[in-house]
Each structure stands twice: as C-alpha cells, then as structure tokens.
C-alpha cells in the first residue's frame, strides 16, 4: 500500500525539519518538501535548504521561484495604493505569505497529493494565512500543522530530532528574521515589550555609506522602470538595484506596531528601504498629476487593500475590484523623481513629469493667477458659502 503523499511549505528552520521527521516517521506520510523563493534567497541558500531537505528524509524537494509574479500580481498594486500599514510598514512579511501558500496549494495539485503541511505556530498571523489559501484553493486536502496541533516548546523539538538521528546544533538566534523582496522583518526581545528598540547590531543590513548621494527614479504608469535613466527590465531588478544602494544608508528601518488577525496588538521590526523610498517617491508624483478626487479614493482603497491582504483575504474577488481601480488611476503616474540619500534617512526632493498639473501656465500659487479674475474669485466664495451662512444665522436665532 502505498504511502499518503504530503507537501510541506518548508524552509529549513528547526519547525520545518521537525514537521519532515514527525510526517514521515510519526505519520508514515510521503513527504515532498517545496520552498516558496519570494526573493528573499541566494542561490547557495536555495541549493543549502534542498540537501538539508533531503538528509532530513524527502521524498523530493522542489523551490518555486514566483518573484516575478509576487511583483505583477501584488507589489504593483502595494505601490499604486501607496500602502503603508498603519503608515508604517510596507507588508513585507503579510504580502508574501498568500503567495507561498498559493504556490504550494497549486504544487499539491500537480502531484496529486491530498494533504498539505506548514510549521506555524498558533501564536502568529502565518497560520491564519496559509489556512484561509489552503481552505480556498485546496479545500479537498487536509491541512496538517504539526507544531500548532502539538503545542511543542522549542527544547521539544529537539529532542524529538535527536531521537531520529538529527544531530545538527539548533542555535535560538537573538533575532528572527525574515527576508523577502518587499522588505525583512526583525523580531526579537524589544519587539515583545511596548517600549524597547532594536539595538543596532540586530539590523540585517549595517551602514557602510556616509557620504549623501543623489539619484532619479524614473517611473511609468506607476511602476519603477529606471534609477537615474537606467532602464530595467523588469521593475524586480530595479527594486534589487534600488534596496542595495539605500540599504548601504541603513535607510528604511522601523518598527510597525498593529493588529493581528487573531486580535492581539504586536510589534515587529523591519528594515525596507528600497519599498520606503518608492512609495513615497511614487506618491509625490501621484500629488503633481493626479486631482484631488483620485487621490481621495485611491488613499481609502490602498488601505482597505493593505488591510485584506495583512489579514489573509487576498483571494477575495473585491481584491481584483480594487485592483482595476488602483491601477486604472496609473495612467499618467509617469516622470521622474529626485531623491537624496544620506545615513539612516532620505528626501524625496522634487519631480518632473509632462503631466504635471502644478504648471505655470494656469498661475503660481500665492504669486499670480491667470485663469480667473478677483471677481471669480469673490463669487466662488460667496456660492460656496452660502449654506454654512444660512445654518449659522439660523442656528443664531434660535
């Protein structure tokens, strides 16, 4: 009789290489592993994982690569609706978890497999996330959460691994990280308490840049299409090029505090310069070209967008709504904008655009005007007035 096949959302952590030993020798399952790259990974990492895998006992081990589409089908639409959480944080880690669940669901199709593992605990957003895209896209298989169902302490773990034969020194690092391409979140002792700040030597990336620089970033219907007129061909490379250069700066580091899905306050650290630093830049050129109604609307539905997908609801079709939307006010978010880099800061300095409304055609603000009289002016006033006028006297006599 042959085994049942099951695929483990794995990443070579202590919780992942618990769940192949427990699945496999617990469960006699047949375990086929799949590490979900969100750009988050060299190539000696991706090759690292995959032999931990199979030592670990795998059946087979397979890394989906889906930057690219992370990009088109969610990021894009981050920069569109200037998404910062709670005007924060830029969903680093919330983004791309829907798209490593997606990735393994649609992985357990192809093999055929009826069951699907992770290794979240039941303390965090993560498990929420992976079960609501499994629920939706794999609904017939059953979803197997070995740490959460088991309540395991870490030192347990362990100890169930070196029973097996697992002897590997399992190091609780200070800090828990996690890198992808939209940012790297950092969580550790400080993050636990209301008042405690990272120390400097928890940050991923260190400063190595002093001297302030310039550079341009050229956008184009919204996107990040070229950093001082160099142009990229695909907007990953220039969000790669752009998180190098400012992160040398040490730029981009904060710490988000806000509402999980299960309805507890939490704070996380995180360091994403290169997302930072492109939606401010792609929101001040959004100021100089589009009207004040667009901006209105796309300010609500960017954080309503923000909010589904931090609390797992990516899949839901008023997401596609919103997208068509956002992206259909892109059309003339085109031009070039200024930024200055300097230790542990940045400036978003200007822009230049042929769609710019601030255009001396029409007037210079506080200056001259040229495309009414005072008369208008006195008019407009009086119109716009009226009503508030009229309740005031009422509201007087009364």
């Known amino acids: 009789m042959s085994k049942p096949k099951v695929i483990l959302a794995f990443s070579g952590g202590l919780d992942t290489s618990f769940c192949v030993k427990y699945l496999t020798e617990e469960r006699g399952m047949e375990v086929h592993s799949a590490l979900v790259d969100t750009g988050g990974f060299s190539p000696a990492e991706l090759k690292t994982i995959e032999e931990k895998a199979y030592s670990l006992g795998v059946t087979s081990h397979v ?13 894009k639409y981050l920069v569109f609706g200037n998404v910062l959480k709670n005007n924060t944080y830029p969903l680093s880690v919330s983004a791309e978890r829907v798209f490593q669940a997606t990735a393994v669901a649609k992985y357990a199709a192809k093999l055929g497999a009826k069951a699907i593992a992770h290794g979240s605990t039941g303390a965090g957003n993560d498990q929420v996330r992976f079960d609501v895209v499994f629920r939706i896209l794999a609904p017939e298989c059953e979803v197997i959460t070995p740490i959460r169902d088991l309540q395991l302490s870490r030192e347990a773990e362990i100890d169930f691994l070196k029973s097996k034969g697992v002897v590997q020194e399992w190091h609780k690092s200070t800090y828990s990280i996690n890198k992808g391409l939209w940012g790297t979140s950092v969580g550790g002792k400080e993050t636990l308490t209301s008042d405690g700040y990272l120390p400097e030597e928890a940050w991923p990336t260190q400063l190595t840049e002093t001297k302030p620089s310039k550079l341009s970033l050229q956008f184009e219907y919204g996107q990040l299409v070229g950093i001082d007129g160099e ?19 040490a730029i981009g580091r904060d710490i988000h505090v806000g509402d999980t899905i299960i309805g507890i306050k939490g704070r996380v650290g995180f ?17 100089h070209v589009l009207t004040k109604h667009q901006l209105y609307w796309k300010q609500n539905i960017g954080d309503m967008y923000g909010t589904l ?4 609801q990516f899949l839901d079709p008023i997401m596609r709504n919103f997208e068509t939307f956002l992206a259909d006010t892109q059309d003339n978010v085109t031009g070039t904008v200024h930024v200055v880099l300097s230790p542990y800061q940045f400036q978003v300095t200007g822009i230049e655009s042929k769609f710019d409304l601030m255009s001396s055609a029409f007037g ?3 200056e001259m005007n040229k495309a009414w009289t005072g008369d208008d002016v006195r008019g407009f006033s009086k119109i716009v007035s009226n009503q508030t006028m009229i309740h005031r006297k009422v509201n007087e006599s009364n």
Do not use: F, M, N
């Open 309 to 312: 997908l931090h609390e797992g």
């Open 63 to 75: 890394t989906l690569d889906v930057v690219e589409e992370y990009y088109q089908d969610c990021i």
């Open 271 to 287: 360091e994403a310069p290169a997302p930072l630093i492109i939606i401010k830049a792609h929101h001040l050129l959004e100021k």
């Open 231 to 249: 142009k990229y061909t695909s907007s990953v490379d220039a969000i790669r090029e752009l998180t190098a250069r400012a992160g040398a700066y």
């Open 364 to 366: 210079a603000y506080g």
